[in-house]
Antibody
Framework: QVQLVESGGGVVQPGRSLRLSCAAS????????MHWVRQAPGKGLEWVAV????????YYADSVKGRFTISRDNSKNTLSLKMNSLRVEDTAVYYC???????????WGQGTLVTVSS | NFMLTQPHSVSESPGKTVTISCTRS????????VQWYLQRPVSAPTTVIY?????PSGVPDRFSGSIDSSSNSASLTISGLRTEDEADYYC??????????FGTGTKVTVL
């Protein structure tokens, strides 16, 4: 069955960096686009970034563009999110999610919590 | 970029029908497919509708989606409401620049 397991969350000071990972299993990882979506405490869902399987094209929300980098390693079935210059407002649960095509997400991971605080 | 606005909350009794709206602020709702996600407390979201009106396997046909170009909105209808339907629901769409947007979210309460 499809499994997406995020890791790498934790407490980090403002201005520092953090790398999140998402281990994928149960499907052919290289055939799917992958998203990162986040949810601040008590708030709604916010799309963060997507990476496609064709050419590994990447796209970002304006709120993270220039600070976050999404990448994938198809040989290790792993999705990553490198987060630089973290801000207090980046505090959230970060979900990785599978995209069988551009229009939809079909599976979500359980999320990893990132807390940015001094 | 555009926004997707949903009612903050809706409530109804078991067995009844609720409809949640999702209004797009700019650009035509018909130009890009709309998805709907359900999120129960302290859980990850799950997909209930994709491409406006398609249900993933395993989602009961009590859930249906539609769009209305006249109001530039999408709707999720849940019929035969059950206690397990109590959750937050989010619509989602995108634009032609590969930017994705989630709706503001609606809390469904089963009275």
């Amino acid at each position: 069955q499809v499994q997406l397991v995020e890791s790498g969350g934790g407490v980090v000071q403002p201005g520092r960096s953090l790398r999140l990972s998402c281990a994928a299993s149960g499907f052919t990882f290289s055939n799917y686009g992958m998203h990162w979506v986040r949810q601040a405490p008590g708030k709604g869902l916010e799309w963060v970034a997507v990476i496609w399987y064709v050419g590994s094209n990447t796209y970002y929300a304006d709120s993270v563009k220039g600070r976050f980098t999404i990448s994938r390693d198809n040989s290790k079935n792993t999705l990553s999110l490198k987060m630089n210059s973290l801000r207090v407002e980046d505090t959230a649960v970060y979900y990785c999610a599978r995209a069988p095509k551009t229009t939809m997400i079909d599976y979500w991971g359980q999320g990893t919590l990132v807390t940015v605080s001094s | 970029n555009f926004m997707l606005t949903q009612p903050h909350s809706v409530s109804e009794s078991p067995g009844k029908t609720v409809t949640i709206s999702c209004t797009r602020s700019s650009g035509s709702i018909a130009n890009n497919y709309v998805q709907w996600y359900l999120q129960r407390p302290v859980s990850a979201p799950t997909t209930v509708i994709y491409d406006n009106n398609h249900r993933p396997s395993g989602v009961p046909d009590r859930f249906s989606g539609s769009i209305d170009s006249s109001s530039n909105s999408a709707s999720l209808t849940i019929s035969g409401l059950r206690t397990e339907d109590e959750a937050d629901y989010y619509c989602q769409s995108y634009d032609n620049n590969n930017l994705y947007v989630f709706g503001t979210g609606t809390k469904v309460t089963v009275l």
